[in-house]
């Protein structure tokens, strides 16, 4: 999050899901790591979808992992990415400035 910020991206964090669709309609990019307490991001992506679908959002969703086997398979379990090399505060930062571009053209594509 901070080295997000420190790249004037604009950051919301939570730790619980609950109350966390009300972002939503703000995000472009929602990144969601796999292992919580109580539930899986799996688990939580489905949630989010739901919510958004109702309320006209449609942001990207990525999960975030060192689980190599996880990453491989983001697609199976309905993310949109993967950010990878989790620990490494570099990495994610080029890697989110990739994800935005394409929730850009995701945007105009939509627009027609």
Do not use: W
């Not at 379990?77 to 990739?98: C, H, Y």
């Amino acid at each position: 999050r901070v080295r997000l910020q420190r790249e004037s991206y604009e950051v919301a964090t939570t730790s619980q899901p609950v109350g966390a669709a009300r972002h939503l309609l703000l995000c472009d990019l929602v990144i969601l790591d796999f292992h919580m307490p109580g539930m899986n991001g799996g688990e939580v992506l489905r949630s989010l979808k739901m919510l958004g679908a109702s309320s006209g959002a449609c942001p990207l969703y990525f999960l975030y992992t060192s689980d190599k086997s996880l990453s491989r398979g983001y697609r199976e379990l309905g993310f949109d990415g993967t950010l990878i090399n989790k620990g490494d505060d570099e990495s994610p930062v080029q890697q989110v400035a990739v994800a935005l571009r394409l929730a850009k053209l995701r945007k105009k594509a939509a627009k027609g």
